[in-house]
């Protein structure tokens, strides 16, 4: 581009600060890698090809848009500021995303930060909510999805004390033996519990002494030690790498149950939820790397 400006390529290695042989070999180069003459040269100046002409008018508006991200990221972290209301589930918000959030505002002090840690899907579209982390297949509808973890399943999972105290099922069949500790939703108890392995699924309806709305209060549960819980993986990573819970019956595989950020529109993924979405997802890579997040 600054060839073409000049007409002269010693003119244009001054204004970038190299020696006219870098240059060249710079230009040689990129015309050998597209296999075209981008100038006509002469011994007083270089004028382009109709190829060069091409090629300048598409890479010029680019290098400016470059240039304007560069000037962007210099201004540095004030640009990332304004109110962000996010909606999260109980024990992923509060023992996995919480802490993060912290971290995400320690870095960029002009969020402010409204969470609503709970169960219950918040409504999006009526109530005061911008972005949502939430489980699952996308709905069918014209809510914008962005994955966050894309392979996660539920395990079947319980605390070693519980286990020396009631023995370890050794196949999904054997929780009817056992105390399984149930999530309710919306008044629905998620007590049908599915699992995979080779060719074959199983429902399994299970039974406990203990059911919950809230799925920081089951999980706590079962690191206690009273049953056997059905989880995201995401969830009970922590407590499996530290020791407090056991992973049961490896060998089969649970309900998929990918985690994604959820929005009523594109218009509301704004520079800083498409920060906090890689911030968030480089995070969630961490716990992989802790403890498999799938089998």
């Given at each position: 581009?600054?060839?073409?400006?000049?007409?002269?390529?010693?003119?244009?290695?001054?204004?970038?600060?190299?020696?006219?042989?870098?240059?060249?070999?710079?230009?040689?180069?990129?015309?050998?890698?597209?296999?075209?003459?981008?100038?006509?040269?002469?011994?007083?100046?270089?004028r382009l090809?109709?190829?060069?002409?091409?090629?300048?008018?598409?890479?010029?508006?680019?290098?400016?848009?470059?240039?304007?991200?560069?000037?962007?990221?210099?201004?540095?972290?004030?640009?990332?500021?304004?109110?962000?209301?996010?909606?999260?589930?109980?024990?992923?918000?509060?023992?996995?995303?919480?802490?993060?959030?912290?971290?995400?505002?320690?870095?960029?002090p002009g969020?402010?930060?409204?969470?609503?840690?709970?169960?219950?899907?918040?409504?999006?579209?009526?109530?005061?909510?911008?972005?949502?982390?939430?489980?699952?297949?996308?709905?069918?509808?014209?809510?914008?999805?962005?994955?966050?973890?894309?392979?996660?399943?539920?395990?079947?999972?319980?605390?070693?004390?519980?286990?020396?105290?009631?023995?370890?099922?050794?196949?999904?069949?054997?929780?009817?033996?056992?105390?399984?500790?149930?999530?309710?939703?919306?008044?629905?108890?998620?007590?049908?519990?599915?699992?995979?392995?080779?060719?074959?699924?199983?429902?399994?309806?299970?039974?406990?002494?203990?059911?919950?709305?809230?799925?920081?209060?089951?999980?706590?549960?079962?690191?206690?030690?009273?049953?056997?819980?059905?989880?995201?993986?995401?969830?009970?990573?922590?407590?499996?790498?530290?020791?407090?819970?056991?992973?049961?019956?490896?060998?089969?595989?649970?309900?998929?149950?990918?985690?994604?950020?959820?929005?009523?529109?594109?218009?509301?993924?704004?520079?800083?939820v498409r920060?906090?979405?890689?911030?968030?997802?480089?995070?969630?890579?961490?716990?992989?790397?802790?403890?498999?997040?799938?089998?």
């Amino acid at each position: 581009m600054r060839t073409a400006d000049c007409s002269s390529l010693s003119a244009a290695a001054r204004l970038l600060g190299i020696s006219p042989a870098v240059a060249s070999v710079s230009l040689k180069r990129l015309e050998s890698d597209l296999n075209l003459a981008l100038f006509v040269r002469t011994t007083r100046s270089m004028r382009l090809t109709l190829e060069g002409e091409i090629l300048l008018s598409r890479c010029r508006p680019l290098l400016e848009g470059f240039r304007e991200a560069e000037e962007e990221l210099r201004a540095g972290h004030a640009l990332v500021t304004g109110n962000l209301q996010i909606s999260m589930p109980s024990d992923l918000g509060r023992n996995v995303i919480l802490p993060w959030l912290d971290e995400f505002q320690t870095q960029y002090p002009g969020v402010h930060l409204r969470a609503q840690v709970s169960d219950r899907l918040a409504d999006i579209y009526r109530q005061p909510v911008d972005i949502a982390i939430r489980y699952g297949t996308p709905p069918s509808s014209g809510l914008v999805a962005l994955p966050l973890v894309q392979e996660n399943r539920r395990v079947l999972c319980a605390a070693p004390a519980y286990l020396r105290q009631f023995g370890t099922p050794a196949s999904p069949h054997e929780l009817a033996d056992h105390n399984c500790l149930c999530f309710m939703r919306n008044d629905t108890v998620y007590d049908s519990w599915r699992f995979w392995k080779d060719d074959e699924e199983s429902v399994v309806n299970v039974r406990g002494n203990r059911l919950s709305d809230d799925s920081d209060a089951v999980r706590r549960w079962a690191v206690a030690g009273y049953g056997i819980v059905y989880r995201s993986r995401i969830d009970v990573v922590g407590d499996i790498a530290a020791g407090r819970l056991q992973l049961l019956c490896p060998d089969w595989m649970g309900e998929s149950v990918p985690l994604h950020l959820v929005c009523a529109d594109r218009r509301q993924l704004s520079p800083t939820v498409r920060l906090l979405r890689e911030f968030l997802e480089i995070r969630f890579n961490g716990l992989a790397g802790t403890v498999k997040l799938h089998i």
